[in-house]
């Protein structure tokens, strides 16, 4: 199963200087010394010379505390008010607590971290936009903090961009925590086991990752899904004191979205859903359907690189006859990577194809020069791709975007697929990803040891919004734009652009699509139920 994270031209700005995250205001104060966005995120540096995170001078209001004669605007029992830190020049940071269980207000909680960049034109401000990156797994304030580099001026001068880190996620508390090292789960595998004894190493890798997820996450495993997700933005609503909302949802954070209209949508103003899911498929329809979508990229830019006599990897114009050479030998003897790292075998390189696979502006030439390079027995370059998928950092930590993916994908399901079903899957995929999924590929049956889920994901709907815009483009891999079609489809009042580009999510990559994103936001002008950008 590959993430749905936002992954555009954000991942371009890995070297900007931003300050550490640091908000107050709730119990427990959250710092960061070292975070990164993961859905092409941007690095957050810690720079404690720069910023006092007790220095409130300069700061703006706290949120206003609604009232409970309001009932649109009351907080709910559990919910606590925003007390917003200035952070930079124009933004802020504070923490919302949440309850873990919206039924048990007085139970746990979470403090989720949010972060606010103020409109340019405080007097032509509209309200907030409420963003997400996607995932689910990832921690969203980047958006907030770095919004200057993510959104264009009629966005930057009309809204506060709010963003947060959900609920298991980011550097919001607690956060889902699995396992320390991914190499020992991912990298070691033989993902095209030649006997039984290798298929079940497999099995038992799978059953170690979910029990470990599922035992040190108990307190909080049920309530991790998107439809709390959904009621802690409706809760961030209250908060902002906004009767009605905006919202601008990537990747995954189009599938939150969508649930948030459904169960909330007298609170809609207007809501953007880039880079769509398909909201109907089940749990190995939708891989098959994003493995089809890798493959097809894939296969895009072998073509281009065997076309191009400059591409590193073009090989005599033999691009991709020279990468299934290259993938079949790398499953049959590794070859060296860094030192006190796994050899790069099919696994790690095929992680490495897919995650160089989300932009052709920022990944495809890197990829070209790793693949190069593995042809000469260096596997870094791949492995740094590979690390680059995982979020593991500089200092050879991992983050827990992958832990918090996998736990709340499956427990948003209703339906846990069996070894068998997974195993019975294996076939379709490799028709539609031969590449990718050679035949003989074992699946990794990511959700089928996690238990039933109690709250899975409301159906979606979108009934009684009014519009909702959904953007797709001809090239996206990991939501292919037959998904989004079926989202924009699966809505009351859908209304799809499709973005010509060879990228995951499609803002930035038009401008017919972007102006007809900004009329709608700002002014509200819907566009048709479909155009072509």
């Known amino acids: 199963m590959a993430r749905r994270s936002r992954r555009g031209h954000l991942a371009a700005l890995g070297a900007l200087a931003l300050l550490a995250v640091t908000a107050c205001g709730a ?17 957050v540096i ?8 007790s220095d409130t001078t300069g700061s703006t209001d706290p949120a206003v505390e609604t009232s409970s004669s309001d009932p649109g605007l009351a907080l709910p029992p559990g919910v606590g008010a925003l007390d917003w830190l200035a952070y930079g020049e124009d933004t802020d940071t504070s923490i919302l607590t949440v309850p873990v269980d919206y039924d048990d207000p007085e139970g746990a909680s979470f403090d989720l971290l949010v972060a606010r960049h103020r409109a340019h034109d405080p007097e032509e401000r509209i309200g907030s936009l409420l963003v997400n990156p996607g995932g689910p797994g990832f921690g969203g304030t980047d958006f907030a903090l770095a919004a200057e580099h993510v959104f264009q001026d ?55 990752l979910t029990e470990a997820c599922v035992t040190k996450n108990a307190d909080i495993l049920d309530h991790v899904g998107t439809n709390d997700s959904a009621r802690d933005i409706d809760s961030l609503r209250r908060a902002l004191g906004e009767e009605t909302i905006s919202y601008f949802g990537f990747s995954y954070g189009s599938e939150l979205g969508a649930t948030w209209a459904t169960l909330f949508p007298e609170t809609v103003r207007a809501a953007v859903l880039d880079g769509a899911v398909d909201p109907e498929a089940g749990t190995l329809q939708q891989e098959v359907q994003q493995q089809e979508g890798f493959e097809g990229t894939l296969d895009a830019f072998l073509t281009q690189c065997g076309a191009d006599p400059g591409c590193a990897f073009n090989n005599g114009g033999k691009a991709a006859a020279a990468y299934d050479v290259l993938m079949d030998g790398l499953d049959e003897q590794p070859i060296p990577s860094s030192q006190g790292r796994p050899d790069v075998n099919r696994a790690v390189a095929r992680q490495a194809s897919i995650q160089a696979m989300y932009n052709d502006d920022l990944y495809w030439g890197p990829f070209a020069d790793a693949l190069a390079a593995a042809q000469d027995g260096d596997g870094a ?26 736990t709340i994908s499956c427990m948003d399901r209703s339906d846990r697929p069996t070894v068998a079903d997974y195993d019975a899957t294996m076939p379709e995929i490799s028709a539609v990803a031969p590449r990718l999924t050679p035949p003989g590929t074992n699946s990794d049956y990511q959700c089928a040891f996690f238990p039933p889920s109690k709250n899975p994901r409301a159906t979606i709907t979108g009934a ?10 001809t090239g996206d ?57």
């Open 46 to 53: 810690t720079d404690p010379a720069t910023t006092d995170p």
């Open 464 to 473: 009684g919004v009014g519009p909702i815009v959904v953007v797709g483009t």
């Open 27 to 43: 119990d427990d104060g959250v710092t960061t010394e070292h975070a990164d966005a993961g859905p092409g995120g941007v690095e």
């Open 381 to 406: 370059g791949l492995l740094a791709m590979y690390d680059d998928y995982f979020q593991r950092a500089p200092d050879g930590t991992w983050g827990n975007e992958l832990e918090a993916f996998l």
């Open 154 to 208: 009629p966005i930057l001068e009309h809204f506060d961009i709010v963003a947060w880190d959900p609920r298991g996620t980011g550097l919001s508390l607690p956060a889902i925590d699995c396992i320390d090292d991914y190499d020992a789960f991912f990298g070691a595998l033989d993902i095209t086991p030649d006997d039984e004894a290798e298929r079940q190493a497999i099995v038992d890798n799978s059953t170690d």
């Open 477 to 533: 891999p990991a939501t292919p734009l037959a998904s989004t079609r079926r989202m924009a489809a699966a809505l009351e009042d859908g209304r799809l652009i499709v973005v010509t580009a060879e990228t995951h999510t499609g803002y930035g990559e038009s401008a017919c699509g972007d102006d007809l994103i900004h009329g709608y936001l700002v002014d509200l002008e819907a566009p048709p139920a479909e155009t072509d950008c």
